[in-house]
């Protein structure tokens, strides 16, 4: 598969969000720095994704790195699949949104903190 590179994405920015299923979760500038020491490609890689896509959904790529930057929290896409990477740099998916793992879940690899379970790359939906 060839690949090619993304420049560094805003993914989140910390405040009052509403999930899809409706639940609303706060995150601080705190929680936003702890995700991002916390994150590890070799424990866990985050895939990039289209949409919020179901357990059988392909990776388009995968997050390579994360920082916050006081409220705001940037990813650095590994790995892009070359024919996405085109999409997203032709403005097909220009919005993006953030998944996590909450601090308590089961299947947290770092729990305690929200740690990055996907980036669903969006095309003509808003996020939540």
């Not at 598969?1 to 601080?28: C, E, N």
Request: no cysteine.
């Amino acid at each position: 598969m060839a690949t090619k590179s993304l420049p560094r994405i805003h993914a989140f920015r910390a405040g009052r969000h509403t999930a899809m299923s409706g639940a609303v979760l706060d995150f601080s500038a705190a929680d936003l720095a702890a995700s991002a020491q916390a994150y590890n490609p070799a424990l866990h890689p985050a895939p990039i994704v289209v949409g919020h896509p179901t357990v059988d959904a392909p990776a388009y790529g995968w997050i390579g790195g994360v920082q916050a930057e006081g409220d705001e929290l940037y990813i650095q896409p590994d790995q892009v699949e070359a024919q996405f990477a085109d999409l997203v740099s032709e403005g097909r998916y220009k919005r993006v949104s953030m998944s996590w793992y909450p601090p308590a879940h089961p299947r947290n690899p770092v729990p305690g903190v929200y740690y990055p379970k996907h980036l669903g790359f969006l095309g003509a939906t808003a996020p939540a």
